[in-house]
């Protein structure tokens, strides 16, 4: 069964603190992966998607990269406005996005 | 400004009751979902529509039901016969040709709790 797993469920950073966030699958001709934030009671919000290995995208403090098994979204130079839930949705040729459970990350100031 | 609308955004039902959760879209997106999101879960997804008059169920699709009589309005009804109802429900749209793998649009959500 085509699974995806997002690593840590936590995260706690100092401002400034950069760091890395993971989302692993089960391969199975990945057609497609999906970053999305969501915020506390709010729906989640579209990041990036990335579609083949090597590929990136970036916005502002967030970098999203991918490999064959993996993504890592990297978090550069956090502030507290970027605290949110970070999912992750992978498209696997299938007729739906399989989603992760999410990493949460507090940024202090 | 463009986005999907979900009402309530809070909803409490006694046990056998029915509730319908109301989701309108004015993205003039075709593709329509209901998503249901519990603590340490990823979202699950409960019925999809693609076009008017026409919907598919999703993993978790017993007890809901759905309808699609308009393109901008996709109501969830969650019946008595959903064991476990309380949970945070997401609609979302994706825009022509995305289908369901593409960049989804979602709403607020709505918080249903079981009494």
């Known amino acids: 069964e085509d699974q995806v797993t997002q690593s840590p469920e936590a995260l706690r950073l100092q401002e400034g603190e950069s760091s890395s966030l993971n989302c692993s699958y089960t391969?199975?001709?990945?057609?497609?992966l999906f970053w999305y934030r969501q915020d506390p009671g709010k729906g989640p919000e579209f990041l990036f998607t990335?579609?083949?290995a090597g590929e990136e995208k970036e916005k502002e403090r967030l970098k999203a990269t991918l490999t064959k098994k993996e993504s890592f979204l990297h978090i550069t130079a956090p502030k507290p406005e970027d605290s949110a839930t970070y999912l992750c949705?992978?498209?696997?040729?299938?007729?739906?996005?399989?989603f992760g459970a999410g990493t949460t990350v507090t940024v202090r100031a | 400004d463009g986005g999907i609308t979900q009402s309530p955004k809070y909803l409490f039902r006694k046990e056998g009751q029915n509730v319908t959760l109301s989701c309108e879209q004015n993205?003039?997106?075709?593709?329509m979902y209901w998503y249901r999101q519990d603590p340490g879960q990823g979202l699950r997804l409960i019925y999809y529509?693609?076009?008017?008059?026409?919907?598919q169920k999703g993993d978790i699709a017993e007890g809901y039901s759905v309808s699609r009589e308009k393109k901008e309005s996709f109501p969830l009804t969650v019946t008595s016969a959903q064991k476990n109802p309380t949970a945070f429900y997401l609609c979302?749209?994706?825009?022509?040709?995305?289908?369901?793998?593409?960049?989804?649009?979602f709403g607020e959500g709505s918080r249903l709790t079981v009494l």
């Open positions: 949705a992978v498209d696997f040729n299938d007729y739906k996005l399989s």
């Open positions: 993205l003039n997106h075709d593709a």
């Open positions: 391969v199975s001709g990945l057609r497609g």
């Open positions: 979302a749209s994706s825009a022509p040709g995305q289908g369901l793998r593409g960049e989804l649009f």
């Open positions: 529509s693609q076009i008017v008059n026409d919907f």
């Open positions: 990335l579609y083949s």
